[in-house]
């Protein structure tokens, strides 16, 4: 780390991925949307981890995340984002609708809209990873509303990062983000529909045993299978967790329940797919085609391809 960025910031960030066995492999000042001040952070599991094993952390240069009511979430979230760092690639996921995308270029912290919208956005892109180097994506503009904003400790990254990209995957789900080679950026609204004040928990799908049975097989042969080089993967990521709706000690239970079956190799929290998983490859590609189809609408067809007197 650079001797001229030692900041306070970079001190109590120091001390809290220690904390958790991560290692700080860069520091260096960044600026917001506003053009505010931001320390922008690598973190690896080593000194000599690859770039692709290592979590990117911008932060606004003034936090103070000591406080007793942020440093509890953000130890919370370096913790998960360490034992994440283990799958082989860490920043992607799949849907339920049967999508693996990878999450990057997030421009933390949250800023004001400048459209006038009373809203706190956050910008990024999600990829489509589907082992062929496909070149589909989408930019996204992820809204916060006002009313919402009051439920989050602080509009920074390691407070936000998991309901956002839940939120995304929802929104892919629902199939109002549409993945382009190229394109403007889409929106994604976070609400209060996505969570409940009386349960203090957010709510992204419902789901049954089964279906998250399901998801865990997707996850591992998408992950692990096809983009992984059959390494495996965490299999309770609370993150997952919160987008199916239950909890990471159902999901470690429906892994079992899913090795049994001889469709994981289970490795304590950690899974590979078998061989009758890697046999379900065309059912799971052509979930994925019919995934993207219902993302691409139908009604204005001529208006994509620019026939349009509008």
């Not at 239970?253 to 009758?276: K, N």
Request: charged residues 20%.
């Amino acid at each position: 780390m650079p001797a001229q960025f030692e900041t306070v910031l970079t001190t109590m960030l120091n001390t809290a991925a220690q904390g958790v066995g991560l290692v700080v492999l860069s520091a260096q000042a960044g600026t917001d949307f506003n053009n505010n001040p931001t320390a922008k952070f690598r973190l690896g599991l080593s000194a000599d981890a690859p770039a692709e094993r290592t979590l990117q952390l911008e932060l606004s240069d003034a936090f103070n995340f000591e406080k007793p009511e942020l440093l509890p979430e953000i130890t919370t979230h370096l913790r998960e984002a360490a034992r994440r760092l283990k799958n082989p690639q860490p920043d992607t996921y799949v849907t339920l609708a049967g999508l693996p995308v990878r999450f990057s270029g997030f421009g933390w912290p949250f800023h004001r809209s400048t459209s006038g919208a009373d809203t706190h956005i956050v910008h990024g892109i999600v990829h489509l990873e589907d082992g062929q180097s496909s070149p589909l994506h989408a930019k996204i503009s992820a809204s916060m509303t006002v009313t919402f904003a009051e439920i989050v400790p602080a509009p920074e990254q390691p407070y936000a990062e998991t309901f956002i990209y839940n939120a995304i995957r929802k929104t892919l789900d629902w199939g109002q983000l549409e993945l382009l080679k190229s394109g403007n950026r889409q929106p994604v609204p976070v609400t209060t529909r996505f969570y409940s004040r009386w349960q203090k928990k957010f709510f992204f799908a419902d789901t049954t045993d089964a279906s998250r049975m399901d998801y865990l097989a997707l996850k591992v042969y998408w992950l692990s299978g096809v983009l992984g080089g059959n390494q495996p993967v965490w299999i309770s990521d609370p993150r997952d967790a919160q987008y199916l709706n239950t909890t990471a000690e159902e999901l470690a239970r429906m892994a079992a329940d899913l090795s049994r079956q001889g469709i994981l190799s289970l490795t304590e929290d950690a899974a590979a797919p078998t061989p009758a998983l890697l046999a379900r490859g065309e059912q799971y590609h052509a979930k994925l085609a019919e995934a993207l189809a219902f993302t691409k609408p139908e009604f204005n067809e001529e208006m994509r391809q620019g026939h349009t007197n509008m």
